[in-house]
Each structure stands twice: as C-alpha cells, then as structure tokens.
C-alpha cells in the first residue's frame, strides 16, 4: 500500500507560480513511475507530466515549456514546478504512483488561477 499526500495547491495570479508537492510513505527510489494529474471543474481527470524512475519526464502538451516535474528519493517526494500559470490551469491537482500493475492515488491539492 502506498500512501500519496499532495500539498502546495492555492490560490495565485496569472502569471504566478507554485510548486506541488506529493509525498510518499514508502521509498520512491524503485517507484518505475510517478505522476500528475488534473480535473478541472465538469472535465475528466487528464495527464499533466509524468517522471520515471531514470528520470525521463513527460508533458502534456498544454504545459510544456511551463512546468517542470522532479523526484527527491531521499525525501520520498516527487514536485511539479508551475511557472505562468494561466485560468485554464485552474484545477484539482493528484499525483499517482504506479507500480507493476500497482496503481495508487493521492486526494489532490486545488490550484486557482485567476485572471
């Protein structure tokens, strides 16, 4: 059983930034892939970015070049750096671990956007 705690969600400006945090109750460091995810208001859940446990790292393509994703096996805790942050970001952020099969869900952490 892993446990998935997001943190770091709020409330920022267009333009602003904030960094997510999802921490793990188990060892990361053999997790093969961990990822975000978001679910905005009347929207399905969709990717966000992706990192496995090489350090490969995938993006949607609605924010590339804006987010960044990264892993601390050392601290069990994966991050998602966002920078400009526009409205349509506005979201419930989840991270997810997967695992052989395994697939385990935080509870998500709300990002506002306004305009």
């Known amino acids: 059983q892993v446990q998935l705690v997001e943190s770091g969600g709020g409330f920022v400006q267009r333009g602003g930034s904030l960094r997510l945090s999802c921490a793990a109750s188990?060892?990361?460091?053999?997790?093969?892939?961990m990822g975000w995810y978001r679910q905005a208001p009347g929207k399905e859940r969709e990717l966000v970015a992706t990192?496995?446990?090489?350090?490969?790292?995938t993006f949607a393509d609605a924010v590339k070049g804006r987010f960044t994703v990264s892993r601390d096996s050392a601290k069990n805790t994966m991050y998602l750096q966002m920078n400009n942050l526009k409205p349509e970001d506005t979201a419930v952020y989840y991270c997810?671990?997967?695992?052989?099969?395994?697939?385990?869900w935080g509870q998500g952490t709300q990002v506002t956007v306004s305009s």
């Open positions: 997810k671990s997967t695992n052989f099969g395994r697939v385990y």
């Open positions: 990192i496995d446990n090489g350090g490969t790292t």
């Open positions: 188990v060892n990361i460091f053999n997790i093969l892939e």
